[in-house]
């Protein structure tokens, strides 16, 4: 799989019983439905979110972001006040969260 992102390869990260895909450059993470939410409830999240922020914000400026399985558009969702957090998402297939994203929507899950 190629990371709807930059294009590089994804690598499978196995967290239990769940194997996620991190993206082998910028680090940005590929949930299939439902994945997100279970490892958001665990530790794990900052275990797979290995990448930098600052990297993934600025992937930010992507408009037009393929879904890696479907390839449909997803649509992009602003959480948490002051846009801190933008990721995108296939209704039909799952997430992608760029470095740093994933943690800080973890985190704010159960607020």
Not at 54 to 69: F, M, Q, Y
Request: glycine share 8%; aromatic share 10%; net charge negative.
């Amino acid at each position: 799989m190629r990371c709807p992102k930059c294009e590089a390869e994804m690598e499978a990260v196995t967290c239990g019983d769940v194997v996620i895909d991190r993206c082998s450059a910028c680090k940005g993470i590929w949930f299939d439905r439902g994945e997100a939410e279970s490892l958001s409830k665990t530790w794990i999240a900052e275990f797979i979110d290995t990448g930098e922020c600052e990297v993934g914000h600025k992937l930010n400026s992507l408009d037009t972001i393929a879904c890696p399985r479907c390839g449909e558009i997803m649509e992009r969702f602003i959480d948490i006040e002051g846009q801190q957090l933008q990721y995108e998402k296939c209704i039909k297939h799952g997430l992608f969260f760029d470095a740093g994203e994933f943690t800080l929507w973890a985190e704010n899950q159960y607020l």
